[in-house]
């Protein structure tokens, strides 16, 4: 059986999980009318040229919005329950689905300043933490 959870790779989203793996986010950019752009693609959403390329993000973001998820029968998810499933807004624009971790339901503040870090497992996924907070080690994804 395959984890639910654990994205499918191919030739175009490579260089992003590889990124991911070394510890990096990467983001999509238009060279025609220079938005950035998430979850990547292989045109630009806002023109629709195919003149993108990857860039490093900065690993900096704010937080939008979030919700604590206490109930989640779907594997792996019921493992990590509660979680903090989050939409954070890039520092290069885009906004992003992502988990916050090492943080505390009271301690969510909109607008409150994050930093990316890795889910380590099959696949290194990018979650965000508060950029205040002391880098904890992740938790392993379930096999």
């Known amino acids: ?10 030739a175009f989203t490579r260089p992003y999980w590889d990124a991911a793996a070394e510890g990096h986010l990467l983001i999509r950019r238009c060279g025609v009318c220079g938005r ?3 979850y990547p693609r292989e045109f630009c959403p806002y023109c629709w040229s195919e ?5 490093r993000a900065s690993g900096r973001a704010t937080l939008y919005t979030w919700s604590v998820i206490h109930r989640n029968d779907l594997p792996p998810f ?3 329950v509660p979680y903090t499933a989050a939409v954070v ?3 290069e624009g885009p906004r992003m689905m992502t988990e916050v971790v090492g943080c505390g339901e009271a301690e969510l503040r909109i607008g409150m300043e994050l930093v990316v870090g890795f889910r380590e497992g099959a696949v290194a996924v990018p979650v965000f933490r508060a950029s205040f907070a ?7 994804a379930p096999d």
């Open 36 to 38: 950035a752009h998430h």
């Open 51 to 55: 003149d993108v390329t990857w860039e």
């Open 1 to 10: 059986m395959t984890d639910a959870a654990t994205p499918e790779i191919d």
């Open 134 to 140: 002391p880098t904890p080690p992740l938790p392993d």
């Open 78 to 80: 019921g493992a990590r």
């Open 89 to 91: 807004d890039l520092a």
